[in-house]
């Protein structure tokens, strides 16, 4: 066996292009994540009981079922329903959906984290509720979370091949695409594990720096 | 609604292999975990540096190109494994790494002064850790062990990319074959959840048991 590195140099644009793909899949199922994590966890702890219970059990079930099958459902149920999505959106949605439920759980004990005093030194100042969460509560409880919730960003970037299965060409299928042409798994499948590690071990690296730091 | 007799054989072997390569893996990646998660507290640098490689290696590329990795690559570097063995593998190794991590994190929380207490009192190292170190680190292993068990029975779904038919493969297949992606990807969900709910509430139920019982433990003792 032989390793060609001329061959590296040649499919590495194309490889590259797909990894900017994958990264633009993995911020804004991140950003979606977030946003609707927050809304999760604000509902499950100020909403009425009855829609509180129904965000639970339902952040319980996409959590305990697997993203695969999720994306199976909304690739083929959706335009049963009238609801034609590209590929690439209905991939963001549903990893974005996905992680919601994990984030929503950061954010949950996060908030809870806030002392009581700040909420009730808030309301005894007459803030209105905006003001208090945005502006006392958030800004205190979101700087904690920021190491759990860049391990689910870096979690979520590592799932974003999953989506090779509804056909949205990000770093795994063009990898499989040009090995398809050329069978040289090798070379192609072991180049792109270097890049997800490249990309992914520094950041965790860094997020153990920030999560010891704080400790400390 | 005739299809669903048609379909149920069809997804309940899929299950019923998922639940097989579950069990097969966890098991694996429970092993894997216990004695990775030993080693890395060993103060040999050989072992420290070979099993951080293992661990970082298996957290930092993708499990979805690792079960690629391992059905393509593996075969031209002269490995021959099936597909399921393959796949089977992979799921342990990765799970394994992140368990490992648990396991570790769990013994170190276990405050210096018990180990030193055992050494005082002359306990060999196997007691100690069976009768004292153990039993107090389980506390902090258990949900999240359960949890990566989830992880691992939704995670046997990759491998329906390598024509291993479990219950995503069976789903997507009986799709094809009889249409009704609702009603069919909906029972592939719902035979899912038969088998990561019982492990992630059970995780829960075992973890309330042990503390509360360490809690009247501590109550007796201080009487």
Known sequence: ?216 | MDFIAEVAPVLLTGAGVSLSIGIQAGLGAIVISIVVGALRGLSNPVVRALTAIYVEFFRGTSAFVQVYWAYFVLPLLGVRLSALEAGIAVLALNVGAYGSEVVRGAINAVPKGQHEACHALGLAWWVAYWKVIVPQAMTRAIVPIGNLLVDLVKGTSLLSAITVTELAFAGRQAVQTFGHPLAIFAIVLVLYLAITAPIAWGARWLDERIRAKQFLGQQAGRV
């Open chain 1, 1 to 216: 066996m032989e390793i060609d590195f001329a061959y590296f140099v040649e499919i590495m644009p194309r490889l590259l292009a797909a990894t900017v793909v994958t990264l633009r899949i993995a911020a804004l199922g991140f950003a979606l994540s977030l946003l609707l994590g927050l809304l999760l966890a604000v509902l499950r702890l100020r909403g009425k009981p009855v829609l509180a219970g129904a965000v639970l059990v339902g952040s319980e079930f996409i959590r305990l079922t697997p993203l695969m099958v999720q994306l199976f459902f909304a690739f083929y149920v959706l335009p049963e329903f009238g609801v034609r999505l590209p590929a690439e959106p209905t991939g963001i949605l549903v990893i974005g959906i996905h992680y919601a439920t994990y984030t929503s759980e950061v954010f949950r004990s996060g908030i809870l984290a806030v002392p009581t005093g700040q909420w009730e030194a808030a309301r005894s100042l007459g803030l209105p509720v905006s003001v208090v969460w945005m502006n006392v509560i958030l800004p205190q409880a979101i700087r904690p979370m920021i190491p759990a919730l860049g391990n689910f960003l870096i979690q979520m970037f590592k799932e974003v091949p999953l989506l090779s299965t509804i056909t949205v060409y990000e770093l795994l299928n063009t990898a499989n695409l040009i090995a398809g042409e050329t069978f040289r798994y090798i070379e192609v499948l072991t180049l792109t594990g270097a890049i997800f590690f490249l990309l992914s071990f520094p950041s965790s690296l860094l997020l153990r720096r920030l999560e010891a730091k704080r400790e400390h």
